[in-house]
């Protein structure tokens, strides 16, 4: 840093008058120049960030930015769509942070780089549950830095059940206690998990989505409450006894709610889906080496705990040891076999369909007859 | 007194700022509503599928939202209109007072209403809590939330004002001559009522019922938060022109419910029409 090393010269010990003087007129020298041209020398680059809000967050700790000069320019997303079309659109983004599902896409259609390994040293310190995924890692080559996962569990009421299974939402006792939410991969997915019979759930026909459209909307119809716009309005409901269990949730909302209700969350046994969001950098970005820079920020262990502040999950071993408090157990840390083992990472469907695979805009249209039902 | 030039003059920013920002938008969704989308983006066509959707997939949605829709602005009239002749013909000096309360309650928050309502109708809240507590219920009433008992309710209470302000805008101008006379006729309550009040303060009962009606068929966040699994078109509405990138689709849709709005508008507008003829 600049400021540090004009600090250092000045200490040192000074042995003539004229080492005084030399090092006085330095002094002055650099001080001028740093008030004369502070933009032009120390100009910070602006970077583009396209991403969910609260994983551009991290980026502040350390100073991180401040060193790297880099002026980040943030915006939210609002949906991983906007992600294909920005990108599709040559916009000069540098990073963008899309759920892991759609990274095969984005590769196929030659939007995004590769990871240059060499420039994200902290990579290697990822779990390789999640730096290894095959929508992530393909033929040796990394195509996302991994930041952060959760999963889709159930979340119910441990004083009224202890379910194990997805199909206890059916159980005629629970009827009308059902919570679902505004959410077409959380909740069709999770459907498609316990119906279609498909071997990769997201990889469905169109029949097998048919099947799993119509066991949403019995669901809807036969036993649900509410189908709540967030997580959070869900475990509010839940708080005030409105509800009993979930079809989908996330890890976090037991947490949310501690000083109000015990609630609890499970990966029933026929599985869950799982996510993982990483920091991709586009074919197109103006600055990869800083994108790169951002993302190897990401895996220190400050920058992971200071996600863990909005609810969100660590990734590298050191994070997880470093976690105290709520933090700690918001998440099944001490227990990965068993996230592991019931928990997928599925591949979004395709975009376009072949007659034989349901593409994408299939399951939103299914979502939509779900919704209108 | 203004030439007919002047007044042109004046009127012309408003309109260019009428036609600028909801005329020339509205003939494009208008226009969009006839493309297609092809990998999340809309493509130029002249196609009918959209409303084909429209009329296919949504019509139990649009039909529920038109009937609530209707159901809260009937409520909301009927409370505004009883609310405004208070106000005229009954609070005297007190009449500034209940006009202030009224308008009080449009800076409550939208937001603020619906979370207000949430602690009032759950199962935990004031109204079961109370009827619970006065032993005339022992289970909560579940209908009272999470449906479309609460939906009318919140958006009748957020929507009162609109119906209030115009109705007291339309009562303030029957004069008590006219009540006299009309007495003086031998015409009873009921009679002033349907022959002269509501006939002269029609204007006003129009406004406020098709402000309340067209708020309600475009919501989206009520029944999201107080209406359990019900949908309103509005809520299909909304994500087409953001998650689903589907804006053909959508606009499709707006200018289904609007075209229905405006039937249902007009029918009203007619049997309003027919109260106080001979």
Known sequence: MPSATFFRTSSLPLRSRREFLRTAGATATIALASSVLPRRAFAKTQVNWLGWQGYDQPLQTEGFLDSAGIELAATYLANNDEIVTKLAANAPIDIVTPYMGYVPGLREAGLIQSIDTSKVPNLPKVLPLFREDSNLFVDGVHWSVPITWGGGPMVYDPSVLTPTSWFDLEKPEYKGKIAMFDDAVGMMLTASIMVSGAEVASLVTPAQLEEVKKYCIKLKKEHCRALFPSYGEGADAMVRGEVVMTLGGAEWLPAIVAEKKLIAYTYPKEGCFAFIDSYVIPKSAPHPDLSHAMANHMLTVPAQLELTKNNYAVLTQEAMEALSGPAATMYPYKDMASFQKLCHFFPMAPAESDGKVAAWPDWLAAWQDVLAA | ?278
């Not at chain 2, 005329?23 to 002249?46: E, H, I, M, Q, T």
């Not at chain 2, 109708?121 to 209908?143: H, V, W």
């Not at chain 2, 003086?184 to 509501?198: C, P, Q, T, Y």
């Open chain 2, 1 to 278: 007194m203004l030439g007919r030039r002047t007044s042109y003059l004046l009127i012309l920013p408003a309109a260019v700022i009428y036609f600028g920002l909801f005329v020339s938008a509205a003939l494009y969704f208008f226009v969009v509503s006839f493309w297609r989308v092809k990998s999340f983006r809309a493509v130029p066509d002249f196609t009918l599928q959209n409303y084909i959707k429209t009329f296919t997939t949504h019509l139990g949605s649009a039909e529920t939202t038109l009937l609530i829709a209707f159901a809260i602005a009937l409520s909301a009239t009927l409370l505004g209109f009883y609310y405004a002749w208070l106000i005229r013909f009954r609070a005297g000096s007190w009449a500034p007072a209940l006009l202030f309360i009224a308008m009080v309650t449009l800076f409550g928050g939208y937001l603020m209403k619906i979370y207000a309502w949430k602690t009032m109708l759950g199962g935990d809240g004031a109204i079961n809590s109370a009827l619970t507590a006065l032993g005339l219920i022992d289970q909560p009433i579940r209908a009272l939330f999470y449906s479309p008992i609460a939906v009318v309710i919140t958006l009748t209470h957020f929507l009162l004002p609109f119906a209030i302000l115009p109705i007291t805008a339309a009562l303030r101008g029957i004069t008590d001559a006219e009540i006299e006379s009309a007495r003086d006729l031998g015409a009873r309550g009921f009679e002033v009522m349907k022959d002269i009040i509501v006939p002269r303060a029609r204007a006003g009962i129009m406004a406020g019922f098709a402000l309340c009606f067209l708020i309600s068929v475009g919501d989206y966040l009520t029944p999201m938060l107080v209406g359990g699994t019900m949908a309103m078109v509005g809520q299909l509405i909304a994500p087409q022109f953001g998650t689903y990138f589907n804006w053909p689709l959508g606009s499709a849709m707006s200018f289904s419910i609007l075209s229905a709005s405006l039937i249902i508008l007009g029918i009203v507008y007619a049997a309003l029409s027919r109260v106080g003829r001979p």
